[in-house]
């Protein structure tokens, strides 16, 4: 069965200091990870994802993320974080569960951001 | 594009009620999925149909039921609603291969009193 740690539940970082998020997954197979971003009251939003090739990833609002097999990790980076940034991050590992694809989620981490 | 749609936004019920949550989606994907978010749990999956005609208990399946209506529609109903199921609740879909994204409704926000 595939499964997704997010170790930490809350991150704060300053406006401008650079953030990572870690991820890490359990899959038998090659995996299919995706970070998320959830605004408060919204719903989930993709960042990036990563299938094959290049193991540095880039997504929207300046987010990368690097995925490395030996270590089943694959953590979200940004340089400079915006007060806007604040939200809740998902990494997810898609993968094939009785022949259906299942999306697991992590439990998540909540982004502050302070001025 | 209205991607995938939730009705209704808020929600509250008694104890034993029953309620059904609506989703539809617009993007012609086979799977179709209903997650539960509680603070400090994540994500975690109540049923999934993964094509029309089919649907699979996830994680966390007890007290609800699930419709694949159609190709665009995919129900929840709780039957007889209790305090334990007061969360907020996400529809997705997807295209069903596991390198597609999943796209999610804005949520239902359900409290049980």
């Known amino acids: 069965a595939q499964s997704v740690t997010q170790p930490d539940i809350h991150i704060t970082v300053s406006e401008g200091a650079s953030l990572e998020l870690r991820c890490n997954y359990s899959?038998?197979?090659?995996?299919?990870l995706f970070w998320y971003v959830q605004s408060p009251g919204q719903g989930l939003q993709l960042l990036l994802k990563?299938?094959?090739?290049?193991?540095l990833v880039q997504g929207i609002k300046g987010f990368e993320a690097e995925f490395k097999r030996s270590q089943s990790s694959f953590n979200l980076r940004k340089p400079s974080v915006h007060w806007s940034d604040a939200a809740e991050y998902f990494c997810?590992?898609?993968?094939?569960?009785?022949?259906?694809?299942?999306?697991?989620f992590g439990r998540g981490t909540s982004l502050i951001v302070h001025p | 594009n209205a991607g995938v749609t939730q009705t209704p936004k808020f929600q509250v019920l008694k104890t034993g009620q029953s309620m059904t949550l609506q989703c539809a989606q617009d993007m012609n994907h086979n799977s179709m999925y209903w997650y539960r978010q509680d603070p400090g749990m994540g994500l975690r999956l109540i049923y999934y149909s993964a094509s029309e005609g089919t649907t699979d208990k996830g994680e966390v399946p007890n007290g609800y039921n699930v419709s694949r209506l159609n190709k665009r529609e995919f129900s929840l109903r709780l039957e007889s609603a209790a305090p334990s199921q007061t969360s907020v609740y996400f529809c997705?879909?997807?295209?069903?291969?596991?390198?597609?994204?999943?796209?999610f409704g804005q949520g239902t926000r359900l409290t049980v009193v």
């Open positions: 997810a590992v898609g993968g094939r569960t009785g022949g259906s694809y299942i999306p697991t």
């Open positions: 997705a879909s997807s295209e069903g291969d596991r390198g597609t994204e999943a796209f």
């Open positions: 899959y038998g197979a090659t995996p299919y």
């Open positions: 990563y299938f094959s090739g290049d193991t």
